[in-house]
């Protein structure tokens, strides 16, 4: 990685856009970036790494709030180690919890779907041994009611 990225950079990589980096930044879940001489920010590896995880957590649908509690303990240092581990624990518990859910609503699609192919099935095979028949329970009622009056 090259050694400083401009916030574009670091939105391309990240698909994140500049204004929720700036956004990341002001409520604390980044610490404040590196700036050029002119100012601009300037991200290095660590900041990469620690915006990546942030898209973990993010991905796993961890609270902005819970984000920023982890992201200030990170910031006070080694002692919240063993705080951190244990906001890691409980959240990896409500992940998984949530990854159970939706595999049981994924059987229960892929059950659904397969009773609607088997319903699919059933009807393609009966309309296609119906076609060609001209029996007489076939033709319409008024057809039936003349011939039989």
């Known amino acids: 990685m090259e050694s ?4 574009d950079d670091v939105a391309k990589r990240t698909g994140l856009t500049a ?8 409520v604390g879940l980044i610490a404040p970036i590196g700036r050029a001489s002119g100012g601009q920010r ?4 660590s900041d990469m790494a620690w915006i990546e995880f942030l898209l973990r ?16 303990l990170r910031g006070v240092g080694d002692a919240t180690v063993p705080d951190r581990r244990r906001m890691l624990e409980d959240h990896l518990t409500e992940v998984l919890s949530e ?17 609607y192919r088997s319903v ?6 009966n309309s296609l041994s119906d076609e060609g028949h ?14 039989t009056a």
């Open 57 to 72: 957590l993010r991905t796993t649908h961890m609270p902005i709030g819970k984000m920023q509690a982890f992201a200030k």
């Open 42 to 45: 300037r991200y290095v590896a």
């Open 99 to 115: 990854i159970e859910l939706m595999r049981r609503s994924a059987d229960a699609l892929q059950a659904k779907i397969e009773y």
């Open 19 to 26: 204004h929720t980096l700036r956004y990341y930044e002001r």
């Open 134 to 147: 001209a029996d007489e329970h076939r033709k319409p009622i008024r057809a039936r009611t003349r011939q």
């Open 120 to 125: 699919e099935q059933s009807l393609a095979s």
């Open 4 to 7: 400083h990225l401009t916030i």
